[in-house]
C-alpha cells in the first residue's frame, strides 16, 4: 500500500478526499478495484496523518450515497430501455430480474442493508431499484442507514491497525462479519415488529 503513496496527491488533502470520492463513485459503475479496498486505503491515508479520520468517514459515506443514488436514478429513467433493447431478449435475464423483484416487493428498500457489503449485489441492486421505481426517498434513507456503519468499520480498521496494511489480505472476512451483524440487525428488527403487531393484534 505505501507503493500508493508516490502517485497520490498526499501534500494536498482536499485532493485526496476527491479523489478517494471519485474513486468510491467510479468503483459503483465497473472500476476494477473493489470498495474496500478504496475505504480501508482512506481509513490508512488517515492513519498516516494525510487526511482527517471523520471528515473521511462523512465523505466516503456521501460519496458510497451518492454512487447508489446514481445507480438509482440510472434505473429509473433508463430501465425500461436497456430492459427492452437488451435484458429482455434473454431468459436468464428476464427470470433474474423476476427473482430480484419478488424479492423487493417483500422487502422494500430494505434491501440495501443486506446488500452492502456483498459486491456485485450492491453495484446491480440500485439500478434495479430505481427500475421498479421503489421510494427513492425510502431507498435513500436505507442506503444512508447501511452505509455509514459500513465505511466507519472499515475506515476504523485500517486506521486503528493501519500498521497491519495484510489487512487488504482480510477483505473477504470482514465482509463476513459486516454482513452477519447487518443481518442480525434486521433480524432483530423483523422480530420487534412481529411482536408489536401480535401485541397489537390481542
Do not use: C
Amino acid at each position: 500500500m505505501d507503493s500508493l503513496l508516490f502517485i497520490l496527491p498526499i501534500d494536498n488533502p482536499a485532493s485526496l478526499y476527491a479523489m478517494l470520492f471519485g474513486f468510491i463513485f467510479i468503483s459503483a459503475f465497473g472500476l476494477p478495484i473493489p470498495e474496500e479496498i478504496v475505504l480501508l486505503l482512506a481509513g490508512y491515508l488517515s492513519y498516516l496523518g494525510f487526511t482527517d479520520f471523520f471528515t473521511t468517514v462523512i465523505i466516503m459515506s456521501a460519496s458510497i450515497v451518492v454512487a447508489d443514488l446514481a445507480g438509482y436514478m440510472i434505473g429509473r429513467y433508463t430501465g425500461d430501455f436497456i430492459y427492452d433493447t437488451i435484458l429482455g431478449h434473454f431468459e436468464f435475464t428476464r427470470a433474474l430480474l423476476q427473482k430480484g423483484k419478488k424479492y423487493m416487493d417483500r422487502f422494500g428498500e430494505k434491501v440495501v442493508l443486506i446488500t452492502r457489503p456483498i459486491s456485485g449485489l450492491r453495484f446491480v441492486v440500485p439500478i434495479m431499484m430505481g427500475h421498479f421505481r421503489m421510494n427513492a426517498k425510502r431507498f435513500v434513507i436505507y442506503d444512508i442507514i447501511a452505509a455509514i456503519p459500513y465505511t466507519l468499520i472499515l475506515i476504523s480498521l485500517s486506521y486503528y491497525f493501519g500498521s497491519v496494511v495484510t489487512l487488504i489480505a482480510d477483505v473477504q472476512f470482514i465482509k463476513k462479519i459486516i454482513l452477519w451483524l447487518i443481518i442480525g440487525m434486521v433480524a432483530i428488527f423483523l422480530v420487534k415488529r412481529y411482536i408489536k403487531r401480535r401485541r397489537a393484534r390481542r
